[in-house]
Nanobody, 128 residues
Framework: QVQLVESGGGLVQAGGSLRLSCAAS????????MGWFRQAPGKEREFVTA????????YYADTVEGRFTISRDNAKNTVYLQMNSLKPEDTAVYYC?????????????????????WGQGTQVTVSS
């Protein structure tokens, strides 16, 4: 069992930056693939990015590639999402998620079903 708590959301102008954090409880954080998803009003929750257990491999949605960067610090049980060049269409609730299988897959890690544990979400609002 792991508990995830996101922080760092807020209101930012278009073109600005935010850094989200997700702190995990438990001693097995380094065994999990970690992902970020987001959900805009009236839309389904969608994949944003995922990172391998060591942090050496990452995947990104096409919509955020080159603007967002995922990273992790296993010593601090924390995963980060650095978001630059934010656009109004990035407005959403952002969720971090943990996949206890530890398997980072091109298809698998982009699907919600791969993740057993979810945080409560943090709101990101980008104004135009």
């Amino acid at each position: 069992q792991v508990q995830l708590v996101e922080s760092g959301g807020g209101l930012v102008q278009a073109g600005g930056s935010l850094r989200l954090s997700c702190a995990a409880s438990g001693r097995t954080f380094s065994n999990y693939v970690m992902g970020w998803f987001r959900q805009a009003p009236g839309k389904e929750r969608e994949f944003v990015t995922a990172i391998s257990r060591s942090g050496s491999s990452t995947y990104y949605a096409d919509t955020v590639e080159g603007r967002f960067t995922i990273s992790r610090d296993n010593a601090k049980n924390t995963v980060y999402l650095q978001m630059n060049s934010l656009k109004p269409e990035d407005t959403a609730v952002y969720y971090c998620a943990a996949d206890p299988t530890g398997i980072l897959g091109t298809y698998r890690s982009r699907t919600r079903a791969a993740y057993d544990y979810w945080g409560q979400g943090t709101q990101v609002t980008v104004s135009s």
